[in-house]
């Protein structure tokens, strides 16, 4: 079984950054792809940003490319999601997702490719 925590969400004004954490524990010997995902009140939970296990590859949702940056420790078994230049619409739970991965080079993007799930942690931006 494998086991996620977020942490590092928070209150921030617009225009600023947090960087979020996902402390990962338990089978964690396979090679697996990492994502991040968000869902606001009354809306469906969307892809943010995926990585791969080796870290080369990745890919952002549109509303966030320039802003966010995705990575990963394998040996610290942590991934990170930085944000900057939040935004309210950023405003959201975020949530990581871990998915074994059949190569250290691939990454998904859709949420049903994802077994394992944090419990998220609360981001609100601030106008």
């Known amino acids: 079984q494998v086991q996620l925590v977020e942490s590092g969400g928070g209150l921030v004004q617009a225009g600023g950054s947090l960087r979020l954490s996902c402390a990962i524990s338990?089978?964690?010997?396979?090679?697996?792809?990492m994502g991040w995902f968000r869902q606001a009140p009354g809306k469906e939970r969307e892809f943010v940003a995926a990585i791969s296990w080796s870290g080369g590859n990745s890919d952002y949702a549109d509303s966030v490319k320039g802003r966010f940056t995705i990575s990963r420790d394998n040996a610290g078994n942590t991934v990170y999601l930085q944000m900057n230049s939040l935004k309210p619409e950023d405003t959201a739970v975020y949530y990581c997702?871990?998915?074994?991965?059949?190569?250290?080079?691939?990454?998904?993007?859709?949420?049903?490719?994802?077994?394992?799930w944090g419990q998220g942690t609360q981001v609100t931006v601030s106008s």
């Open positions: 338990g089978r964690t010997f396979s090679s697996a792809a």
């Open positions: 997702a871990r998915s074994p991965a059949y190569s250290s080079t691939v990454y998904y993007t859709k949420k049903e490719m994802y077994p394992y």
